[in-house]
């Protein structure tokens, strides 16, 4: 079965510092997408980032960035210069070709001012 | 970019009743619609897939007499909640995908309370 495992339940970061969500996931596919989802308090489901598995370069976006290990089926969100606006839950997700997405269980982040 | 409207985003019930609850692709055609259910502090746990002018493909464990889904036209799915009871109060959430092969745009969510 294809899994999102999301080790880590809680975060926190020091506002403007910068914290890294870990992600992994099985699958026996070589040709997927991954995603970052962004879910605040007011549960709207927002992407922060996505990336290609034929991509060897790691996606960026602003302040957000990944580190994808394909050998190691691991997709880690990096979150620079952490701001208050950053505090919800984080979702990875996976989705093989024209399937659902698969989601993990969430990180959820708190940012300290 | 792409937008999925979602409502209502609130609705309380009555034990017993039905409630629909409407999803919008408002610029792009909505190939696929995923239907999700969330509850609190959880993950989304995917109910079912629909296709558009197709009978919707449910998950292991959902109802599909208790949660109908239509997807009658590109740009509008709709799930019903029938004969509702508390322990459907959750939090329910859509997802549309278009032609592009990648990506899913999510509804803003509804708030299901039976009472």
């Known amino acids: 079965a294809q899994t999102v495992t999301q080790s880590q339940p809680e975060m926190s970061v020091q506002e403007a510092e910068t914290v890294t969500l870990s992600c992994t996931y099985d699958?026996?596919?070589?040709?997927?997408?991954l995603f970052w989802y962004k879910q605040p308090p007011s549960r709207q489901m927002i992407l922060v980032i996505r990336?290609?598995?034929?991509?060897?370069q790691n996606a960026t976006e602003n302040r957000f960035s990944v580190n994808f290990q394909k050998a190691a089926k691991s997709f880690s969100l990096k979150i620079s210069d952490s701001q208050l606006g950053d505090a919800a839950m984080y979702f990875c997700?996976?989705?093989?070709?024209?399937?659902?997405?698969?989601f993990g269980k969430g990180t959820r982040l708190s940012v300290i001012a | 970019g792409a937008v999925v409207s979602q409502h209502p985003s609130r609705v309380i019930c009555k034990s017993g009743t039905s409630v629909k609850i409407e999803c919008r692709s408002l610029?792009?055609?909505?190939?696929?619609m995923f239907w999700y259910r969330q509850f609190p502090k959880q993950s989304l746990m995917l109910m079912a897939t629909?296709?558009?002018?197709?009978?919707?493909?449910?998950e292991q464990g959902v109802e599909k007499d208790k949660f109908l889904i239509n997807h009658a036209s590109l740009t509008l799915s709709t799930l019903t909640v029938t004969s509702a009871h508390p322990e459907d109060s959750s939090f329910y959430i859509c997802?549309?995908?278009?032609?592009?092969?990648?990506?899913?745009?999510f509804g803003s969510g509804t708030r299901l309370t039976v009472v």
């Open positions: 997802s549309a995908r278009g032609l592009q092969s990648y990506g899913y745009t």
């Open positions: 699958t026996s596919e070589s040709d997927y997408y």
């Open positions: 990336q290609e598995a034929y991509k060897q």
């Open positions: 997700a996976y989705q093989p070709g024209n399937t659902p997405l698969v």
């Open positions: 610029d792009f055609q909505a190939t696929t």
């Open positions: 629909s296709n558009e002018g197709s009978k919707a493909t449910y």
